[in-house]
């Protein structure tokens, strides 16, 4: 079993910065692909951003076209760690952000996702 904890949500003004955590315990993250879905009020949950198992010295990241060139995801293995910087944020930026922890190879696809964070809160004002 893995266990996900997000933290780093917030209030901020548009066109701000937040970085959001996610620290796992239980098992090592290493094993892992990792990945940030977020919901905003009234909508389904979304994609984000995820970054894949290390492939020799190489992290695969793949992003949302809505957030290309603001947010980056990163991972420290070391720390059980993932992170989502989040530059130049926009008010439809504003949702609950979710990690996610798959078994198996990178993915966009939520139902891949074996376990879950509960989420931490981002707002983005205009």
């Known amino acids: 079993q893995v266990q996900l904890v997000e933290s780093g949500g917030g209030l901020v003004q548009a066109g701000g910065s937040l970085r959001l955590s996610c620290a796992a315990s239980?098992?090592?993250?290493?094993?892992?692909?990792m990945a940030w879905f977020r919901q905003a009020p009234g909508k389904e949950r979304e994609f984000v951003a995820a970054?894949?198992?290390?492939?020799?010295?190489?992290?695969?990241?793949h992003y949302t076209d809505s957030v290309k060139g603001r947010f980056t995801i990163s991972r420290d293995d070391a720390k059980n760690t993932v992170y989502l910087q989040m530059n130049s944020l926009k008010p439809e930026d504003t949702a609950v952000y979710y990690c996610a922890a798959d078994r198996g190879v990178v993915t966009k696809s939520e139902t891949e996702y074996d376990y879950w964070g509960q989420g931490t809160q981002v707002t983005v004002s205009s």
């Open positions: 239980g098992r090592s993250l290493s094993s892992y692909a």
């Open positions: 970054i894949s198992r290390k492939s020799g010295i190489t992290y695969y990241t």
